[in-house]
């Protein structure tokens, strides 16, 4: 899942100060399981939003809304006339969800409330790690099925660094040397061998090297224009 | 009607316990609630919207509510029957509106017993003319003439029958139908519709030798002469035979007596006696002598006089059938003295009535035969419904006879298939999972006050006292809200799996092939998971829970604080609040500056709330939460911290001055303590 982390108020704020109908528009998928963007986040923010404006004796009017997916159209389409009766909208969603919106209602402020941050997963309740970097070329099964290219902070792909100390990156103390986990799960599967092997210079062509990419299906394409 | 509109549960739609085993549905849990929040008032219209009787039901029911209650599981169920006595005693409801007749027809109902006045009660709410038929010059029934007033006060019955009254249901007195009035006579007065709820007023008796001695009598007659005279014929050395509820009344009644000696000869051991446990003990505990598993052979006597019984040791009461059997060991004969014997072994009916009336149908034991959905009697336009249908009920269950057969005369009269949703056969949420009971805190039990043995056999006053405010608050906080408690939108939730990990009790899962989670009816109703649930999937099926929303206007609507500076709104927990005498106080003394929102367990009280609170005008929001050692719940502390923390954050992010909100974990809702660290945030807030 998108992993997004909320954006200080401060900045928020002064996003949108010079609105006076808003509406906070959660995501109802990825960010909302990330505790960033779901409808519990919404109330907050906007109650936050109409506590700052009353004690800087503004008037401004704060909508809450959410939908399933920023990133439908169909699902943003629904929610068309609340946002077509804002001045701005404030989103929770990823940033794909941010520019559905703006795409979809080029009339209308769209501004982001969290910075969309990474792809990965709660490793316990509250605690987020990242998992994945979108390389556009899955090198997992060679890896233990751990991924060197997000979780190791120079993306190495022949073995640690000089810097992992004690089963730890030295960028961090607080991030395992997931090359130290590959040995060990290589290790228990008796696969050891394998990391004998030289992986060449990693293509990065199909990751963000090249931006932006697409995927078409070809089998799945209508002839139609849903946007 | 379920007033509280409590939701119910879309996967299984499980019902309470105690609402389940009610004869007539009453809401229980929801009453209990409403008095948990100190919403008297409210409650009691709750119970009378069900109950036609309540004083009365609070104090005789046999409360299979609290047989099956939940807390069982834990320790010691909740004092349902005793919370709805506190409501019956203390509130009354003032009809203000009449209900309008709507309908020209008139109906007869004959007695003015539990069945008899229920089904008066709902059809005059239905709008209907209701004429009760009554041979005593007193309403009630058998509750008038069978049970003591040292149980049941009259004034209990006579109030609650009193409202009945006010909905434009006629008594008329000393009037004996057969005699009096006649299925003809009714008709001839344009009754449409007759109810039979005359209940069964004979003594059964034993076939055995000695039975017609003198200083041999009936229950239900001694019972009747000494509850409506004070006083009865009986000699020194009483002995009740029968091991009910009638048997346990004949012989506390007989005590007050002043007789040297009380016994009671029962079939049954003291583990199947058929009365409440609580029945056996107060006789007990008054001086009654119990002579179990013993069974009459034949009655003694001297000079035509009674002067002990015969007895043989029971070998079983039940037989493999589990039916009613009793045999006897051989040669195992003794003799309980007694000048007095009391027969209490069961009722019959005195049909005289039907004379002359040879289509309403009769059973072998003497009971009328209806259609057991219509209540209808093989005579068109004739009814009947209570004990002389049941042949032995409770008063409950009179009662659910009388309500059912009020719809269904109306059903019958309107042509219609009106339907009382109560009725419904729901399941009852399951038993605490084994595992969980150890998470659940245990609650005393709050006693019941009662008048001292000594002072009680002078007299037949009321022997329980009934519950104060405190204790009934109490009690009624112990309630675990059995399938009221949360429960998850299937269409919101998207499994995140927040409430599985973070639920104290263990209760959410996401059961295998589902994608969205499920809470079942362990819930306690802490509100952690509903607060949390970032998709706001999760809600509590009671609108009572209103996690301090409604509260929070409703203290904010008076104008008068507009102006007040500085304003505090005070979010506390109800369960560290129950005690009358100290709340009024601290509220008077808090009056001006302060506030307060109570919630029944601050885990329910979501961060946003505290800022809506700022938005309304509070210049300051104080949290006073119970600590861990004296909370309801378990790690509600820990989440309060949690969530004063980010609360904090939220506000700093507004450029708020921290000492704006504060929280405070304190040992009573109600003492000085809240008085002190309110009266230091008034003077904290002045200096800001």
């Not at chain 1, 099925?145 to 990156?169: D, E, F, I, W």
């Not at chain 2, 199947?272 to 119990?290: Q, R, S, Y």
């Not at chain 2, 009391?342 to 019959?348: H, Y």
């Amino acid at each position: 899942m998108i992993v997004a982390a909320s954006k200080p108020f401060q900045e928020i704020k002064q996003m949108l100060s010079e609105f006076r109908k808003i509406c906070v528009l959660g995501c109802g998928s990825c960010v909302t399981i990330c505790h960033t963007g779901g409808e519990k986040q919404v109330a907050e923010l906007a109650a936050q939003l109409r506590l700052s404006a009353k004690l800087e004796g503004r008037q401004i009017e704060v909508k809450e809304d959410s939908t399933l997916r920023q990133c439908e159209w169909e699902f943003i389409d629904n929610i068309r006339e609340v946002i077509e009766d804002c001045d701005a909208v404030l989103s929770i969603a990823c940033g794909v969800g941010v520019q559905y919106m703006a795409e979809k209602f080029p009339k209308i402020r769209i501004f982001p409330g969290v910075n969309t941050t990474f792809m990965g997963g709660p490793t316990e309740q509250g605690i987020f790690w990242e998992r994945c970097a979108g390389c556009g070329n899955c090198i997992l099964a060679t890896t233990g099925g751990l991924c060197p290219v997000s979780r190791c902070a120079k993306s190495l792909m022949n073995g640690p660094c000089g810097g992992s100390q004690n089963g730890r990156c030295e960028v961090s103390q607080e991030t395992p040397c997931v090359w130290n986990q590959i040995y060990d799960q290589l290790d228990t599967q008796q696969l050891l061998k394998t990391m004998e092997t030289i992986v060449p210079p990693k293509d990065w062509t199909t990751g963000a090297e090249n931006h932006p990419r697409k995927m078409v299906l070809e089998h799945l394409v209508v002839k139609k224009q849903i946007n | 009607m379920n007033t509280t509109g409590t939701k119910s549960d879309k996967k299984t739609d499980e019902e309470a316990p105690c609402i389940v085993a009610c004869p007539i549905r009453q809401d229980a849990r929801d009453y209990i609630q409403l008095i948990a929040r100190r919403r008297f008032q409210e409650a009691y219209q709750l119970v009378r919207s069900r109950n036609p009787l309540p004083s009365a039901c609070g104090r005789i029911c046999t409360h299979p509510c609290e047989t099956k209650c939940r807390r069982n599981s834990t320790e010691t169920p909740i004092a349902i029957a005793w919370l709805k006595r506190f409501l019956g005693d203390n509130f009354s409801e003032e009809i203000s509106k009449i209900p309008i007749e709507k309908y020209p027809e008139r109906i007869a109902i004959i007695g003015a017993g539990p069945a008899g006045l229920a089904a008066a009660n709902d059809l005059a709410l239905l709008g209907y003319s209701c004429t009760i038929f009554e041979s005593n010059s007193t309403p009630g029934g058998m509750l008038r003439m069978g049970v003591p007033t040292y149980r049941l006060p009259r004034m209990a019955i006579d109030n609650d029958v009193e409202f009945i009254k006010k909905l434009g249901v006629e008594i008329k007195y000393n009037t004996t139908f057969g005699t009096d009035i006649t299925f003809d006579s009714l008709k001839k007065e344009g009754f449409s519709a007759i109810f039979i709820g005359v209940g069964l007023l004979e003594s059964r008796t034993l076939n055995i030798e000695g039975v017609q001695l003198d200083g041999v009598i009936r229950g239900v007659p001694f019972l009747h002469e000494v509850n409506t005279t004070g006083r009865a014929h009986i000699g020194k050395n009483v002995l009740v035979i029968g091991g009910g509820a009638v048997a346990m009344d004949c012989a506390r009644t007989a005590l007050r007596l002043k007789p040297d000696k009380v016994s009671v000869a029962s079939l049954e051991s003291r583990k199947e006696m058929p009365t409440t446990d609580f029945e056996i003990e107060e006789a007990v505990h008054e001086g009654v002598i119990l002579h179990n598993s013993v069974g009459p052979k034949r009655i003694l006597g001297k000079d035509g006089r009674a002067t002990g019984l015969e007895t043989l040791k029971v070998k079983y009461v039940f037989d493999e059938q589990k039916r009613f059997n009793p045999a006897f060991y051989d040669g195992s004969e003794s003799v309980i003295d007694a000048d007095t014997i009391i027969l209490a072994i069961g009722q019959a009916s005195d049909l005289s009535f039907l004379k002359g009336q040879e289509r309403i149908q009769v059973t072998r034991s003497g009971t009328l035969v209806v259609n057991p959905t219509t209540f209808s009697t093989a005579l068109h336009g004739v009814y009947a419904g209570g004990d002389i249908v049941l042949g032995r009920g409770t008063m409950t269950e009179g009662m659910a006879q009388g309500k059912k057969a009020a719809l269904a005369i109306h059903n019958a009269l309107r042509n219609t298939t009106l339907k009382d949703e109560k009725w419904n056969n729901k399941t009852a949420v399951s038993d605490i999972a084994p595992s969980r009971i150890a998470l659940i805190k245990k609650e005393q039990k709050q006693e019941m006050p009662t008048m001292s043995s000594e002072k009680r056999l002078d007299n037949f006053d009321e022997v329980e006292l009934g519950f104060s405010i405190n204790a009934a608050v109490k009690e009624a906080q112990r309630c675990m809200n059995c399938g009221a408690g949360a429960f998850v939108d299937d269409n919101l939730c998207v499994g995140c799996l927040t409430c599985v990990r973070i639920c104290p009790f263990e209760v959410p899962e996401i059961k295998k092939g589902d994608t969205t989670a499920y809470i079942n009816g362990d819930c306690q109703s802490c509100g952690l998971c509903v607060v949390e649930c970032p998709a706001r999937a999760i809600s509590f099926k009671t609108p009572l829970e209103d996690q301090g929303k409604d509260t929070l206007q409703a203290a904010l609507q008076d104008t008068f604080i507009q102006g007040v500076k500085p304003l505090i709104i005070n979010f506390y927990c109800q369960y560290g609040a129950y005690n009358e005498d100290k709340i009024d106080t601290i509220n008077n003394l808090l009056f001006f500056h302060v506030r307060r929102v109570g919630v029944l367990g601050l885990g329910k009280v979501d961060p946003s709330l505290y800022l809506k609170a700022f938005e309304l005008g509070a210049h300051g929001v104080l949290v006073t939460a119970c600590k861990d050692d004296t909370c309801h719940f378990c790690k509600e502390q820990e989440w309060i911290e949690r969530r004063t923390k980010f609360t904090a954050q939220l506000l700093s992010g507004l450029g708020m001055d921290a000492r704006r909100f504060k929280t405070h974990f304190i040992s009573s809702q109600n003492g000085k303590e809240i008085l002190d660290i309110a009266f230091n945030m008034i003077e904290e807030l002045r200096n800001i």
